[in-house]
C-alpha cells in the first residue's frame, strides 16, 4: 500500500503561483513514476504532468511552459510549481503513483481555485 497526501492547494488571482505538494508513504519500493492530475467539475480527469524513476518530466500542452513537476527521492516528496496560472486550472488536483501500466494509488486531492 502506498499513500499519498497532498497540500498546497488554495485560491489565487490569474497570473499567480502556487506551489502543490505530495508526500508518499508506506510501500513506495517499485514505484516507476508519479504524476499529477486534476479534474474540474463537469469534466474529464485530465493528466497534467508525469515524472518517471529516471526524471523524465511530460507535460499536458495546456500547462507545458508554466508548470514544472520535480520531486526530492529523500523527503519522498512530488511537486507541482505551477505559475502563471489562469483560471482555467480552476480544478482538484491529485497525485499518483504507478508501478506497472496503470496509476495505481491516488491522494485525496486539493482544491485549486485561480481567480479573474
Known amino acids: 500500500q502506498v499513500q499519498l497526501v497532498e497540500s498546497g492547494g488554495g485560491l489565487v488571482q490569474a497570473g499567480g503561483s502556487l506551489r502543490l505538494s505530495c508526500l508518499a508513504s508506506?510501500?513506495?519500493?517499485?514505484?516507476?513514476?508519479m504524476g499529477w492530475y486534476r479534474q474540474a467539475p463537469g469534466k474529464a480527469r485530465e493528466l497534467v504532468a508525469t515524472i518517471s524513476s529516471s526524471g523524465t518530466t511530460t507535460y499536458a500542452d495546456s500547462v507545458r511552459g508554466r508548470f514544472t513537476i520535480s520531486r526530492d527521492n529523500a523527503k519522498r516528496t512530488l511537486f507541482l510549481q505551477m505559475n502563471s496560472l489562469k483560471p482555467e486550472d480552476t480544478a482538484m488536483y491529485y497525485c499518483?503513483?504507478?508501478?506497472?501500466?496503470?496509476?495505481?494509488?491516488w491522494g485525496q486531492g486539493t482544491q485549486v481555485t485561480v481567480s479573474s
Open positions: 508506506g510501500s513506495i519500493f517499485g514505484i516507476n513514476a
Open positions: 499518483a503513483s504507478k508501478r506497472g501500466l496503470n496509476y495505481d494509488y
